[in-house]
């Protein structure tokens, strides 16, 4: 089982954001950078995932040279591999410009499932799994909250409102996570200095 993680380096939610000189960007000079916390997540389900059924776990992300360090996270609860697209035109592009940059380095790499945080804390934007799984012209199920596999068949417990439903799909697809979904681990000391000798 391939399993591809879409990941996003976000301000820490208890950071204050401030607007910078030309007032169409936030400051960043003084801000803590964390894993997407939607993101921490999927990564967890697709180490559960390879845990069960084996397989491997590919980190891939879009962003500056510090987003080695997100990917590092990741690394060290326990991916296999890391990918990070960083090139000056896809720094500031809409989420559906970043979803045909993800779109397109996922094509460079095997994958059966691909998980993504149902949304980014930074932007609000719900929008970027979706258009990924559009773009790869595979299913997509969102704001999933239990997974099950058997061969090539996924199902999954997703909420709406009042309540959650049960849904099934063939591989290969792409889920978003939602709360409730697992309690993501601790990344361990072994784990980190095991993720310093990956290379992204």
Known sequence: MDIVVLLKRVPATDSF?????????????????VMNPYDEFAVEEALRIKEKHGGSVALISVGPDKTTETIRTGLAMGADTGMLVNDPAALDIDNLGT???????????????II????AVDDEGFTVGTAVAELL?????NLVVKTAIEGRELTCERTVEGGTV?????LPALISTQRG????????????????????
């Open 99 to 113: 979803a045909r940059v993800l779109a397109a380095a996922i094509k460079k790499v095997p994958f059966d499932l």
């Open 116 to 119: 993504a945080g149902q949304r």
């Open 166 to 170: 049960t849904l099934k799909t063939t």
């Open 137 to 141: 012209d595979i299913p997509n199920i």
């Open 17 to 33: 954001i401030s607007v910078a000189d030309g007032g169409t960007q936030i400051r960043t000079d003084d801000l803590t950078w």
């Open 181 to 200: 979904l697992n309690e993501p681990r601790y990344t361990s000391l072994p784990g980190v200095m095991k993720a310093k000798k990956k290379t992204i």
